[in-house]
């Protein structure tokens, strides 16, 4: 089982449409999830990240359930401008350091 | 702050040459990564650094392959010798403790 898996989507939407995205992890000791979002041929940029009593930021809300090891992603009255690939990243502690892994990223498409 | 700062941002190098990428991270960031990006692997942890110690590079591909951190504020990535497979995007990140990880614009290589 891979540590981060995502679907790999597209997910294609129209304007204005909700869309949820999941991510599960298998390292139960994980302590800090984000979601990042990338643009075509761009770094990978810090969306928002992931609390343990679920998080909003404008249209976008983020959830974390540790029982069964996913973080979501909730996007509300999608725009154009959202398209990109969404990554979730799950850290997890390691002989005193945090490693990072990303999840292979969610397309999302959003259409006129 | 200019954010973390990669060089060169395209890199176009015949197989066998030595390839240096380099790495500017934001200041007060204790933690340094380095990750190879691939429409067929994601992205990919080759070593990070911890207060400019190297702390886990089993991700790094092979011995061609070397990191390092001579100070706080610089880091290089050497392949010796490069060969087409190593054709990625290579991004270095930096991040304070935990708490999200911010991105250079990346370094396309290309090895013909």
């Known amino acids: 089982r891979k540590e981060v898996e995502q679907d790999p989507g597209p997910f294609n939407v129209p304007e204005g449409a909700t869309v949820a995205f999941n991510c599960t992890y298998s390292?139960?000791?994980?302590?800090?999830f984000f979601w990042y979002r990338q643009d075509c041929r761009k770094e990978p940029k810090l969306l928002m990240s992931?609390?343990?009593s679920g998080n909003e930021d404008g249209r976008f809300t983020a959830q974390l359930n540790r029982a069964s090891q996913y973080i979501s992603l909730l996007i509300r009255d999608s725009k154009l401008s959202d398209s990109a690939t969404y990554l979730c990243v799950v850290s997890s502690a390691s002989g005193g350091s945090y490693i990072p892994t990303f999840g292979r990223g969610t397309s999302l498409i959003v259409h006129p | 702050d200019a954010g973390v700062i990669q060089s060169p941002r395209h890199e176009v190098t015949e197989m066998g040459q030595e390839v240096t990428l380099r790495c500017k991270p934001i200041s007060g960031h204790d933690y340094l990564f380095w990750y190879r990006q691939t429409m067929m692997r994601g992205l990919e942890l080759l070593i990070y650094f911890n207060n400019n110690v190297p702390i886990d590079d089993s991700g790094m591909p092979e011995d061609r392959f070397s990191a390092k951190m001579p100070n706080a504020s610089f880091s290089t990535l050497k392949i010796q010798p490069s060969e087409p497979r190593d054709s990625a995007v290579y991004f270095c990140a930096s991040s304070l403790y935990d708490h999200g990880y911010t991105f250079g614009s990346g370094t396309r290589l290309t090895v013909v």
């Open positions: 390292n139960s000791a994980s302590q800090s």
């Open positions: 992931v609390y343990s």
